[in-house]
Each structure stands twice: as structure tokens, then as C-alpha cells.
């Protein structure tokens, strides 16, 4: 053992490797980024130092993204960024804005693109106390695999009136026989086959790993059958292929089972997108994980964290081969910057993610039991305070102290 910092590396079979003093790099975000940073990394600090008494630490390192990197490199993402981050093998970073209708790719995009994070997993579950707008949110215990790389964000588009729309427009004429008007905006949607299955693979291997009981393939191929059909049917390939003993079909759990599952291997079931959003609102119990393209996943995990408390407590991870970079799914909330008033949550619980994909778990169970007992308390953010009856208001930095305290 060595408390020198150290880089995280992968084995031979491709798994994280952490050494106990690991080098992290960190974007403090913008807008509300650096607040909800500055409380956010005291939170992990403490929890490292309570699960192993100084025996392991992580040293964080700043790279620029965003405002402070326009600010300071001239470029929002600058190279070195990603460099580092490769360096690295994992990131963690706070919200990020990009400028509206000035032609710059969204930052969050380009980082998953850029280090081919095609796994965006977000996870949907209750902490008692939390308002809702359903009667039992405790049943909401979902977690959402969003394909990150494909669908409609490619950001294949061409603006109306162009040359560009014109020749799409001719082109698919030509081809289809369908007369668009000419004054449509186009855009792009494709699916393959080996992004589907990449992203399936993922979501069957972590039911496996935490026990769950079902993964959901959630499209709408009952209109676009060649793309978000083919979603479903290369999803349900996959398990056949590469995951036979482990994982069983609807169908088959009625036809050879009764409808009685077996325990011991994972239910692999198909949803309509619209009408999964009616069954996670009616029988959330019923679905664990959810395999989804990309736009669906977007709006599907936003509706499931409005279930269990909002946005403010919506962690996310991307992973991809290698690498990984976690992150809170809310935006930067600019009214709010420096005023040291918003919910730390989701970003703390972006690092108990982290914490979890590099093997710590005894981080992330104290962070999450920190977070209970706080709210249990009722001491919460802005947010929260006006939404529980007999609440005491917290600046972001007292929750944050707050969280600190109740680390069991």
C-alpha cells in the first residue's frame, strides 16, 4: 500500500482497477456548479475518511469545460480536458451550459461522444420523507439504461430553407414517395444493431451483478419499426445469444412457468414507450431495469425522478469501455448561481455511483444512509423545505454539513 496518488488502469478483462489513492479528475460545472461542488466533494471526503480511516483518498484534480474554460482557454472543451480524462479513466463533473442558437454543440454530448460513453445509467429511487406526486413512491426503484450515442442525438439535422433540407427532401421523395413540404426542417434518427447490443449487454450484466429481477426493453417500434423495432429485436438477440442461462423471456415465464418466474434468472420483457409511462406511474414494482434508445431514456428517467423527489436528487452515470464520467442530470439553474441555495443531492449521489464503479461501496452506502437521515431530519434545501410540512430551510453548504453529521 502507498498513499502516493495514483491512476486508475484496467485489467486484462477489461475492469476498473483503483488504486486507494486515486487521481480523480473534477468540473466544478457552471451556474450553480461551483456550489454544489463545494459541498458535494466535503460529503465524499468524509465518507471516504469514515469507510477506511485514512487508508484511501482521493485526490481530485480540476479540468476546464464550460463557461470557466470559454473564460479562461477560449474554448469550451478545451483538449487537454479530454486528454486528462482519458488519462484517467474516469470523471466527475457538475452541470454545464452551452450557449442557445450560437451554433456549439451541446458540452454534454460531445464529452459522450468524445470518450464513447454509450451507457447512460440513472437510477430512480425513494428516500422517505421526500415529497411526491404519487402515493407510494417507495415502490419506485428503477434503473434506467439510456443508449448515449445514437437515435436523434448525432445531431444529423439540416435547418428549412436550406440547400441541404432541399436535397433531403428530394432524396427521400425519390425514394419513399413521400412529398415532405418543403419549408421542413430535417432530421436523422438511426439505431444500429451493435449500439443496441452493447447497451442490452450492460443493462442484463447489471441485473445480474445487483440481483434484479427483469430488464425492459422500452421502444416504439410499433411505428418505426426499423429502428426502434429493431431496438427490441436485437435486445431480445442478445440475451439469447450471449446470456442463455441466465435470463428468460415473457413468454416463456407463462408458457413453461405458469407466470410463476423462476428466482434464479432475469425476466427479459418489452414495453411500448407510451404506454411505460402509464405502467411506471401504476405498477412500478413490476419493472427494476429499463433498456431504452436514447430519446425515450431521456424523457423516461425525468418522469420516474419527478416520482421519487425531482431532479434535485437525479444522479447519472455514462460508461463506455474504459471510461466512465458521472454527473447530476439537472441543468445549471443560473438565477440560482452563488447563492448558496440549491440541492447538492444528485451530484453527491453521482459519486456514490462513482464510488460504486470503482469498487467502494462502503462510500456509497454511507452517502446514501447520509442523505436519509438528513431528510429524515427534515433539514433540506430550498426546494424540499417549501414542499414538508415543518421543514428547516438549509443553505446548500449546511446540507452538505448536515450530511457530514449523519454519516453512519
Known amino acids: 500500500m502507498t498513499n502516493q496518488p495514483g491512476k486508475i488502469t484496467l485489467s486484462a478483462s477489461g475492469k476498473i482497477q483503483a488504486p486507494d489513492y486515486p487521481i480523480i479528475p473534477y468540473v466544478e460545472g457552471d451556474g450553480i456548479g461551483p456550489d454544489i461542488w463545494a459541498a458535494a466533494v466535503r460529503v465524499w471526503d468524509a465518507a471516504v475518511g469514515r469507510a477506511y ?3 484511501r483518498k482521493v485526490f481530485w484534480q480540476e479540468v476546464l469545460a464550460g463557461e470557466k474554460a470559454f473564460a479562461q482557454k477560449n474554448a469550451w472543451l478545451p483538449p487537454e480536458t479530454l486528454d486528462t480524462i482519458r488519462d484517467c479513466r474516469i470523471a466527475i463533473k457538475g452541470p454545464l451550459s452551452t450557449p442557445v442558437g450560437k451554433g456549439i454543440r451541446s458540452l454534454n454530448v460531445a464529452l459522450r461522444h468524445e470518450l464513447q460513453l454509450y451507457a447512460c445509467i440513472r437510477p430512480s429511487r425513494y428516500f422517505h420523507g421526500l415529497p411526491s406526486p404519487v402515493k407510494e413512491p417507495e415502490k419506485v426503484d428503477m434503473v434506467v ?8 442525438y448525432t445531431g444529423i439535422e439540416w435547418q428549412e430553407g436550406t440547400p441541404e433540407a432541399s436535397r433531403a427532401i428530394s432524396f427521400i421523395k425519390e425514394i419513399t414517395g413521400k412529398i415532405l413540404p418543403p419549408d421542413s426542417g430535417i432530421g436523422i434518427k438511426h439505431i444500429s444493431r451493435s449500439g443496441t447490443k452493447r447497451l442490452v449487454r450492460k443493462a442484463i450484466e447489471y441485473a445480474l451483478e445487483h440481483k434484479k429481477d427483469s430488464v425492459t426493453l422500452v421502444h416504439k417500434g410499433n411505428i418505426m419499426k426499423f429502428t426502434e423495432g429493431a431496438f427490441r429485436l436485437w435486445g431480445y438477440e442478445l440475451a439469447r445469444e450471449e446470456f442463455p442461462e441466465a435470463t428468460i423471456t415473457e413468454e416463456e415465464v407463462s408458457a413453461r412457468y405458469g407466470g ?10 418489452d414495453r411500448i414507450a407510451d404506454a411505460m409511462f402509464q405502467q ?4 412500478p414494482e413490476e419493472y427494476s431495469v429499463i ?10 428517467s425525468d418522469a420516474l425522478a419527478a416520482q421519487v423527489g425531482g431532479l434535485g436528487l437525479a444522479p447519472s452515470a455514462n460508461i463506455g469501455d474504459g471510461y466512465a464520467l458521472f454527473e447530476p442530470i439537472h441543468g445549471t439553474a ?4 452563488g447563492q448558496d441555495k440549491v440541492n447538492p443531492s444528485a451530484l453527491i449521489l453521482a459519486g456514490g455511483m462513482m464510488f460504486e464503479h470503482l469498487g467502494w461501496k462502503e462510500v456509497t452506502e454511507l452517502l446514501y444512509k447520509g442523505i436519509q437521515k438528513t431528510i429524515s431530519q427534515k433539514r433540506v434545501t430550498y426546494d424540499l423545505a417549501r414542499q414538508i410540512p415543518g421543514a428547516v430551510e438549509l443553505k446548500c453548504s449546511e446540507f452538505g454539513n448536515a450530511v457530514i453529521e449523519n454519516l453512519a
Not at 439504461?145 to 436523434?152: A, C, G, K, P, S
Not at 411506471?280 to 405498477?283: I, N
Not at 443560473?334 to 448561481?337: A, R
Request: proline share 10%.
Open 53 to 55: 480511516g485514512g487508508q
Open 145 to 152: 439504461f439510456r443508449e448515449n450515442m445514437e437515435d436523434l
Open 260 to 269: 410463476k418466474p423462476p428466482q434464479d434468472k432475469v425476466i427479459i420483457k
Open 280 to 283: 411506471v406511474l401504476l405498477r
Open 291 to 300: 433498456a431504452t434508445p436514447n430519446l425515450i431514456g431521456d424523457y423516461l
Open 334 to 337: 443560473p438565477k440560482y448561481s
